[in-house]
């Protein structure tokens, strides 16, 4: 079974600064997705950057970027300029693909409460 | 607005009532989730529907009774639930196919159980 590990319940950062959330994941798959969600306060679950498998190049949006590796099924979020609207839950998720039936699904970790101070 | 609207937003019902969750989405997508959230927990996937086809049920109690009547509505019907049952139940939909995006999710109902 897949499973997504975040080893960091809590974490906290200086605004401007950057901080790295980890997260590593078990898969027998050799193809799959990999993402990082945020869910502040209003609930909301938003995805901030997904990173394909067959990807070798990590995957960047503005100030987030991944640090994804494979081999070592490691798939860490680094938050750069942390701003005070980054404060939030952060989800990491990997997306099953089922190749024997069964219905493809996201799995997620615990999360990581991420807080931004002035 | 994300595309994917939760109704009630709250809502606090007793162990012996009946009641709904409604989900519906504008995005196209054809397939559809619940997910319950309790606190220090990860999120988990109670039921999948591709198609309006139920696919998985992630051995939740028929407490819980899930409807899909077309693949832009969800329902979860509620009813003689417990205490523990008490959390946050989110929905989402996705397209179902190599290479597609992430889940998108709605604001979710916080469930409160008296």
């Known amino acids: 079974a897949q499973t997504v590990t975040q080893s960091q319940p809590e974490m906290s950062v200086q605004e401007a600064e950057t901080v790295t959330l980890s997260c590593t994941y078990d898969t027998s798959e050799s193809d799959y997705y990999l993402f990082w969600y945020k869910q502040p306060p209003s609930r909301q679950m938003i995805l901030v950057i997904r990173q394909e498998a067959y990807k070798q190049q990590n995957a960047t949006e503005n100030r987030f970027s991944v640090n994804f590796q494979k081999a070592a099924k490691s798939f860490s979020l680094k938050i750069s300029d942390s701003q005070l609207g980054d404060a939030a839950m952060y989800f990491c998720a990997y997306r099953t693909y089922p190749t024997q039936g069964g219905s493809e699904k996201l799995v997620f970790g615990k999360g990581t409460k991420l807080t931004v101070n002035p | 607005e994300t595309g994917v609207t939760q109704t009630p937003r709250h809502l606090v019902m007793g162990m012996t009532n009946k009641k709904s969750l409604k989900c519906e989405q504008h995005?196209?997508?054809?397939?559809m989730y619940w997910y319950k959230q309790s606190a220090k927990k990860p999120l988990e996937l109670m039921f999948v529907?591709?198609?309006?086809?139920?696919?998985e049920n992630n051995s939740v109690p028929s407490r819980f009774s899930p409807e899909c009547p077309n693949s832009s509505h969800l329902f979860l019907h509620l009813h003689t639930l417990q205490p523990e049952d008490s959390a946050l139940y989110l929905c989402?939909?996705?397209?179902?196919?190599?290479?597609?995006?992430?889940?998108?999710f709605g604001s979710g109902t916080r469930l409160t159980v008296v």
């Open positions: 989402a939909s996705s397209q179902v196919h190599r290479g597609a995006g992430g889940y998108t």
């Open positions: 995005l196209g997508h054809n397939a």
């Open positions: 529907y591709n198609f309006k086809e139920q696919t």
